[in-house]
Each structure stands twice: as C-alpha cells, then as structure tokens.
C-alpha cells in the first residue's frame, strides 16, 4: 500500500506555490489590498451601510483573482475536460483544499465566502451530472466562465436539518408552477441570477420523495429578499427569502420531479470531504503556528515547548491531524472509485471531526500565544470565527454523528442519504 500522494497532484501542488508567490502575493500587496486580511482592518470587507453586505471593491478582488488562475489553467481543475478542466478527483480537490489552507489566509484562499484559486464550482457539476439536455446548452458555458449561477434555497426558518418536512410548496398550473414559501441561509443570493429552491411537489411530510428542484430567476415576480442575516463572521450573504405564488415553467425542474434530495445530496457529499479538507489544513496552520512561537517564545528564559503542558495539547492535536488526513484520503479515494454516495458515513466522520479538529487548534493556537492569540494581530480568532460556522452548516455535527450511528447500530438501511436512489 503507497501512501505517497500521486505524482501529478504533488506536481499540481508545486504549480500553485508558484503561482501564489509570483501572481498572488504582489497582488496582495498592491493598492492596499492587504487591508481586507489585515484582521485589524477586515471590516473593510462589509459594506455596513448596505445591510452588512461583502463590500464591492472585496468581491472584484476576489473576481479578478479567480480570472487570474483560470488564465493560469488552476481554477478549472475539478472541471472536466471539455470545459477546460482536468478532470480533477474527489481525493485531488481535498489534497489541494488542504494544502491551500495549511498556508493560511490570503488570496490564494479565503473560505469566509468559498473563495480559492482552485474552483468548487458546484453549480457547473450538478448541472453536468443533472441538467437537462436545454439546462445544459443555456448554462453550462456561462457557469464555466462565471457569467452566471444560482444560489441554494434549502434550509427554512422551521426546518433545517429535517429538511423532508420542508414547508414550501409548488403547486402544478398547465405548464407552470406556483411556488410558495420561505428559506432561510440563502447563501450568495445578492449576485445569484437564480436560486435552486427546494419545494415539495408531492408526498407528505417527512418523506424522501416528492421534492422538488427549480431554478427560479431572482427577479421573479413575488421573489423577496426579507433580510440578510448578520454572522459572527461578516460581512454576509445569506438571506432570508420569501416566495408568494412565483411561477415558474415546467423546463425550470432541475434533476427531475420528485428527485430534489439527489441533488442536494450529490452537493453536499462532495462538498462535505472538500471542507473537511479546508478545515483540516487549517488546523494543520494554527498547530504549526503554535509550534513555531512555543519554539521562539522563551519566558522565564527557557523555550515555552519545553513545557509539558504546552506540548501535549499540541501532540495530541497533531495525532489527531495525521489520523483524519488519512480518512479523508481514504474516503475521497473510495467516492472517485465508488461513487458519491457509497462512503456517507465515513463521509460524516471526516465533516464533524474536521471542523471540530480546527476550532479546537485554533483555540490551542490561542492560549499557547497568550496575549496575542488574543488579538487581532494574529489569525486565529478569524479562523475559529470562521470554521465554527461549519459545525452546523450542510448538516450539524449531531446530524453528521447520527447518520455514522445508523450505519454502525443498523437501523439505516442504505448507503444513499434518504430520498436518494443510487443508479
């Protein structure tokens, strides 16, 4: 058994250090960009007089760095070929996303919005693997150059983590529908052309089948933004939304009537291992981090590691880093043989200890700093800020443990996430 990553990534990895230390730090350098990475200044990432959302000048930024690697031939990656990717993996995508945040914050990566130079495009994916044949000649060319995209309407104000006892409706007229309802976390809708709104079509509460996918145009009639809801991050993009008799035609079912949980499912299994990934690379920092200080830092004139009590939180905090980098390997590995669905358990396993890996080291990161840790000068109370959103966030750690536990004691009885069949 080779545990060596493959060649090619660790080739890939190579290019892109290039490529952060000749394109993406000169230009972090320039026109005071630094001041939106600057945790003393990263206010200047929201627009506060606009209910507190991503401030303009931040997200060209980002837009024209995504540009940047997309011209260098990275950003596509996980892309198929045919649309100038590299056919990139499940294991590939979860090798670079920790990588890239093993380095730190910048704007090689910034997972506060998904930002990075290796593209997660979803969108573009799903719709290869679910679109229909006029989906695909409408979308796919402009999801691949960035020209357009669509947000997630799932999560509603009642139901999160039940998401079969979702409330919203659409309800069959002719050759349309009406769709009636609200979501909540409506991530990235203030750019979205479109939302991917979640509605049950059919069946009763609780039940898998029956839901709904549709691309509903964000300019639709009955089509509201209520609110954007402040994070203990900022700035925000996620919306509360309120949907009153919109219609839409029947062409804008996406995945099939009735089948709207493959497609989340599809989302957030591959998404799952890639931020588990991201987390673990950022535990990875804030543990090398601390080492590094604990190294120079010499109060009562020796070295801090000489402690015990600085050393072992870090000693177990990197045992637990080597074990869940080989999981998420083998995982990631056994969905590009098997498919998405066929390791959801281990899948959660991965989510759920990952982003509770990285709170913890970036706390650890903290108190070994002291003062320090403390402030703002550092990083660390960015990244907690940021990662402990994602024990919650597509499926709450409890939900994640509880799926691990139904495969484990029996009594769930397929490998595919409720209301998905697998082919």
């Given amino acids: 058994m080779d545990f060596d990553l493959p060649q090619d990534l660790t080739d890939l990895l190579a290019e892109l250090d290039d490529f952060i230390e000749r394109v993406i730090k000169p230009l972090e350098a320039q026109d005071d960009n630094i001041r939106f990475f600057d945790h003393r200044r990263e206010d200047a990432r929201t627009d506060w007089e606009n209910q507190g959302l991503p401030n303009e000048e931040w997200e060209q930024l980002l837009h024209k760095v995504k540009r940047l690697a997309d011209q260098e ?5 996980p892309f198929p070929t045919e649309f100038g990717g590299r056919n990139g993996t499940n294991l590939g995508m979860a090798i670079i996303r920790e ?3 093993r380095k730190g914050l910048g704007l090689h990566n910034d997972l506060q919005n998904e930002h990075s ?46 998401a079969t006892h979702m409330e919203t409706t659409a309800v069959r007229d002719g050759d349309e529908w009406i769709i009636n309802g609200e979501k909540t976390w409506n991530t990235g809708i203030h750019k979205a052309q479109y939302d ?4 049950r079509t059919s069946g009763k509460a609780g039940d898998g089948d029956g839901i709904t996918a549709f691309l509903v145009p964000t300019n639709s009639p009955g089509f509201e933004v209520v609110e954007y809801l402040w994070t203990f991050n900022m700035p925000t993009d996620h919306a509360h939304i309120r949907l009153t008799d919109v219609r839409v035609p029947h062409g804008a079912i996406f995945g099939g009537e009735g089948r709207g949980l493959q497609v989340v499912q599809h989302f957030f299994n591959e998404n799952r291992i890639r931020q588990a990934a991201s987390s673990l690379g950022a535990a990875q920092f804030c543990i090398d981090e601390a080492v590094k200080y604990a190294k120079e830092r010499k109060p009562f004139g ?30 990631a590995w056994l969905m590009d043989r098997d498919g998405a669905f066929s390791q959801s358990d281990k899948v959660s396993m ?7 890996l990285c709170c913890d080291a970036a706390d650890r990161a903290m108190q070994v700093h002291g003062g320090m840790g403390y402030s703002r000068h550092k990083p660390f109370e960015h990244i907690y800020r940021h990662h402990r959103r994602y024990r919650i966030t597509e499926g709450a750690e409890e939900i994640q443990m509880r799926r691990v536990a139904g495969y484990m004691f029996g009594f769930m009885g397929q490998r595919a996430p409720k209301g998905v069949k697998e082919s």
């Fill in 99 to 101: 990588h890239l945040a």
């Fill in 302 to 331: 020796k070295a801090l590691a000489s402690n015990q009590a600085i050393q072992f939180p870090l000693v177990e905090l990197q045992t637990q880093c080597e074990m869940l980098r080989a999981l998420i390997h083998k995982t």
């Fill in 117 to 162: 130079i290796v593209g997660n495009n979803v969108g573009l994916l799903l719709m290869i693997a679910y679109g229909t044949d006029e989906q695909k000649a409408e979308w796919i060319d402009d999801l691949a150059e960035g020209r357009r995209g669509f947000a997630f309407g799932i999560t509603e104000p009642n139901h999160g983590s039940d």
């Fill in 350 to 356: 991965c989510n759920y200890w990952a982003n509770r």
């Fill in 73 to 77: 031939g990275f950003y596509r990656y």
């Fill in 196 to 199: 991917m709104i979640m509605a």
